[in-house]
């Protein structure tokens, strides 16, 4: 019996190359320089919107609403607040999209450059919304302190020109956190691109917290705070009429349920659609699909869990390809018992019938035939093994060389295995001649007890089978080279099998094995 190279085993036992896994979520990335110009699109239209709107109702708020302390201004006096609200909000949105342009620079060049980034440009991509916000802010804060003093100019009170200043820091900090809600949500196929290569370990960026208190300012804060400046400019002499106060109150109110509500719905979708991908992806890992993952597009703690999610399901990946690796190295059923129950050496005694299968001159064949030529025929016929032997309920123990060790009835019971190691035997020398061109095999059948289970040490073993039934089966085999049907049963198997198939079958004279005293009955397809 010949051996040959182990790259007919590696062959069979490598697995077909897999497609990475899919991602699955509510947006699709496209590529780098597709998200720099759709990110800088978005922020040049959504950044001054939100400043202009929140110009709008603190001037509505300032002028029309909240009664100030002090003498009532002329009318005049509104017309020009209006033109400076005009002008300081236009200034603020240019040198807004100026600060914007500069912060977004190093990060629109990785991404043009279709490039990881390195770790400056990872967080300076993670905290954009932090910078935008920031500067908003500050650009509110300085126009606070300039309406202030616009108040003091125009005849108002050292007490209303404070409270137009904090009017109006308010109201920056309505638009800086709605800006920080908008770019987080625009940035976030760039924060998903920088987060691919490298998942988070630890947060990055503010989190659940953060969002939570932004929707708590709108929902909350803005309109309580608004009811304590009317209250302060009633008690600082202020002239309020219940028509005035209840105009008042009207609009704190709608303006908490409006505003209020938006900021909740991104806060909370913000955190809710990372959450359904995950569900969405569970369902799929349940159902036995562990090719999917989830796109990391959050620096902070929701972020940790799409990474955690799919460091798990890599995990996942990992153990069916080791398990499907086993199960091609061993058989199906050897993995699926060893999986089952823990390592033991030694074995069981079991009832088995064996079907051993041999390549008659291979050395010859190896010999005048090109090396990829052998392999690729080798593999058919093993291949053809395999398929006869399972469809039959057997299982193939090894692959020596260019020969294959089939048991039926371990590691697990078959209800005739006899019958069915003889059906096999006959089907695969039909198949094997018809199909197989060049070479021919010869096969031996035997059956009786055997110790089955895992032979070696704790560090390195396999399961197979050891009995007289294996090397009678062997010894067949050999003998069934010279025979004319390459095919012998002994009448060990074929006491055990049904008497339809034993039918099938007939006896010659008596042999005596290599190996043995005593002479063995052997049979031949009929």
């Not at 699109?41 to 909240?66: G, H, K």
């Not at 100030?68 to 200034?91: K, W, Y």
């Not at 719905?265 to 991908?277: C, G, K, M, N, Y």
């Not at 035939?369 to 395999?386: A, G, K, Q, S, Y």
Request: proline share 6%.
């Amino acid at each position: 019996m010949a051996v040959e190279p182990t790259s007919r085993a590696l062959a069979l036992a490598t697995p077909a190359p897999t497609t990475p896994p899919a991602a699955l979520g509510e947006h699709t990335y496209g590529t780098g320089p597709g998200i720099a110009r759709q990110i800088g699109r978005q922020m040049r239209v959504a950044l001054p919107a939100i400043n202009a709107v929140s110009a709008a109702l603190s001037y509505i708020f300032i002028v029309f609403v909240v009664p100030l302390p002090g003498p009532e201004p002329p009318a005049s006096a509104r017309v020009t607040v209006l033109l400076a609200t005009v002008g300081v909000t236009a200034v603020a949105c240019v040198v807004g999209a100026l600060w914007g342009e500069r912060a977004f620079k190093p990060i629109q060049r990785w991404l043009e450059e279709g490039r990881a980034p390195d770790e400056d440009e990872r967080l300076r991509t993670l905290r954009i919304p932090l910078h935008e916000a920031g500067q908003v802010l500050a650009v509110w804060s300085f126009g606070g302190v300039a309406f202030g003093t616009l108040s003091l100019i125009l005849g108002g009170s050292v007490s209303g020109g404070v409270l137009v200043m904090v009017m109006v820091i308010i109201g920056g900090l309505v638009a800086s956190a709605l800006c920080y809600l908008a770019t987080e949500w625009i940035a976030r196929p760039a924060a998903a691109l920088a987060l691919s290569a490298d998942p988070p370990t630890y947060p990055l960026t503010p989190g659940i917290g953060l969002r939570v208190y932004l929707a708590w300012e709108f929902g909350t804060a803005v309109a309580v705070g608004g009811t304590v400046v009317v209250s302060i400019a009633y008690l600082f002499g202020a002239k309020m009429s219940p028509q005035h106060l209840a105009a008042t109150v009207i609009f704190l109110g709608g303006l908490a349920l409006t505003v209020g509500l938006a900021t909740l719905l991104v806060a909370v979708r913000s955190v809710a659609e990372p959450v359904r991908a995950m569900r969405s992806a569970m369902r799929h890992v349940e159902a036995g699909d562990t090719d999917v993952m989830v796109p990391v597009d959050d620096g902070s703690e929701v972020g940790l869990l799409q990474a955690g999610f799919n460091r798990m399901v890599a995990g996942l990946r990992e153990r069916d390809r080791v398990r499907d690796l086993f199960g091609r190295h061993v058989g199906e059923e050897v993995a699926q018992s060893a999986l089952g129950r823990d390592l033991e050496l030694g074995g069981e005694l079991r009832e088995a019938s064996i079907l051993f299968v041999d390549v008659v001159g291979s050395t010859a064949f190896a010999a005048v035939r090109d090396p990829r030529e052998v392999v690729e025929t080798l593999n058919r016929f093993f291949e053809i093994v395999v398929e006869v032997v399972t469809l039959h309920g057997g299982w193939v123990n090894k692959f020596e060389g260019d020969a294959a060790l089939c048991v039926f009835g371990a590691p697990t019971d078959h209800p005739d295995g006899a019958s069915a190691a003889l059906v096999a035997g006959r089907e695969l020398r039909r198949r094997l001649a018809l199909e197989l061109d060049g070479i021919e095999a010869a096969i031996g059948l035997s059956a009786g007890r055997v110790v089955a289970g895992n032979i070696g040490t704790a560090k390195r073993y396999e399961y197979t089978v050891i009995g007289d039934a294996v090397n009678e089966a062997a010894r067949l085999t050999d003998l069934a080279k010279g025979s004319p049907s390459r095919l012998l049963a002994c009448e060990a198997i074929l006491s055990r099998a049904s008497d339809r198939e034993a039918a099938r079958w007939e006896f010659g004279e008596p042999v005596v094995l290599r190996g043995r005293s005593a002479a063995t009955r052997v049979a031949a397809p009929a």
